[in-house]
């Protein structure tokens, strides 16, 4: 067994599935499976319009996250700078000629289903991030001026997917990255810096948000000042949670989310219908998954002999975790709602099929964790 793991570039299809973490694949399944549960609850006991087809994306990512678990972590750091230039002609592309819907101009339309760029370039500015710093040194790292690209490569997407509008995914994206500036070494008093710089240019950035943003800030601070417009959403989502009690209402029984008091119960407020239907026990439960999820990526991460896969799988299960933490943070109304789905849970394509992909990855490094790569990215043993 030791052995085998010490030659890993000559392993066949067999021998890496073998290798791939069937408990943490297990741990995703049970998740998904709870969605589907809450979105057939949500479709009234119908798996249509919902979880029939969440499933089939599902089974889709599935396959695509075995598949590129498969696939050498050397293969994914040659073309990291590649994929991530798609993802940046595609948010581009979207900016110039995106699909319309819901008052923002998010997608591609690709005929059989909508393509959200942003969500793609998640996935590529981890591998970007983790190329970038795979072969820094110490002494780079503490170099402002080394720091200036991958800090463009950052604010380039961000901006672009702010002008959407979308400004849950440009948090998202800007504090996934801030964690992989922070796995690669960045000194602490270089977050003081951006920090301080962000706070004081926080009244100028206030100026250029949306209306609609600025009416979720407002309200975060006082949702009972407009309880039938802008505070509707949080006021009927802590009623829910309060009414689930500790072991809920029943399944298929939720009276907000069933009378449609609760909105968007399929996508943003989910954790909300699941906590009014199984209570407390219900939300707890969920919660233990997510947090088994996040324990096991860490722990792939810190495995991984590469600096490349470490970083890798630490900024897939940051990621991850930021999901969670703020999607249950906004529908408990302890952050403002920026429109964050809830990971494997909530009814979504692109999110859906981008996070199998980013687990994908996550499981590669797990396979091909002792994979070695020299400084400067150097596979001549590949």
């Known amino acids: 067994m030791h052995s085998s793991r010490f030659t890993q570039s000559q392993m066949t299809v067999g021998q890496k599935l073998l290798h791939i973490h069937w408990f943490f694949v297990?741990?995703?399944?049970?998740?998904?499976?709870?969605?589907?549960?809450?979105?057939y609850s949500a479709g009234g006991g119908s798996f249509n319009p919902w979880a029939s087809r969440q499933m089939l994306?599902?089974?889709?990512?599935?396959v695509l996250m075995i598949g590129v678990a498969l696939i050498d972590i050397r293969i994914w750091m040659r073309y990291a700078y590649v994929i991530y230039s798609i993802a940046l002609f595609l948010l581009i592309a979207v900016d110039v000629a995106g699909y319309v819907g819901m008052g923002a101009q998010?997608?591609?339309?690709?005929?059989?289903?909508?393509?959200?760029?942003s969500e793609l370039m998640k996935i590529a500015m981890v591998l970007t991030l983790a190329r970038y710093f795979h072969g820094a040194s110490v002494d780079e790292i503490r170099q402002p001026l080394f720091l200036l690209p991958p800090?463009?490569?950052?604010?380039?997407p961000a901006a672009l997917i702010l002008r959407q509008p979308d400004l849950g995914t440009t948090v998202m994206l800007l504090l996934a990255s801030a964690a992989i500036f922070f796995v690669a070494g960045v000194r602490m008093w270089m977050f003081a810096v951006v920090?301080?710089?962000?706070?004081?240019?926080a009244p100028v950035g206030w100026h250029f948000l949306h209306e609609y943003q600025k009416q979720r800030v407002l309200t975060f601070l006082n949702p009972e000042n407009d309880p039938l417009g802008a505070g509707y959403h949080i006021i009927q989502s802590k009623i829910a949670f309060g009414s689930g009690g500790v072991f809920g209402k029943?399944?298929?029984?939720?009276?907000?989310?069933?009378?449609n008091f609760l909105p968007e119960k399929q996508t943003d407020f989910i954790f909300t219908m699941l906590a009014e239907e199984f209570g407390m026990i219900g939300g707890l439960t969920l919660l233990a998954l997510y947090t088994l999820i996040v324990i096991y990526g860490f722990a792939i991460a810190l495995g991984a002999r590469s600096h490349f896969g470490r970083m890798v799988a630490m900024g897939v299960s940051t990621t991850f975790f930021l999901y969670v933490f703020i999607n249950i943070a906004m529908v408990m109304g302890l952050i403002p709602v920026v429109g964050v789905p809830l990971p494997l849970i909530s009814y979504g394509g692109t999110a859906m099929l981008t996070l199998l992909i980013g687990f994908g990855l996550l499981l590669g490094v797990h396979v091909h964790?002792?994979?070695t790569i020299g400084r400067r990215?150097?596979?001549?043993?590949?």
Request: aromatic residues 10%; proline residues 2%.
């Open 250 to 259: 029943g399944f298929l029984m939720g009276s907000q989310s069933h009378l």
């Open 106 to 117: 998010r997608w591609i339309n690709l005929g059989a289903f909508n393509l959200q760029p």
């Open 151 to 156: 800090i463009m490569i950052v604010l380039g």
């Open 195 to 201: 920090a301080l710089i962000a706070l004081i240019s």
């Open 369 to 371: 964790r002792d994979v």
């Open 57 to 62: 994306r599902f089974a889709v990512g599935f």
């Open 377 to 382: 990215g150097s596979t001549e043993d590949f």
């Open 26 to 39: 297990l741990l995703l399944v049970l998740t998904a499976s709870i969605g589907f549960v809450m979105l």
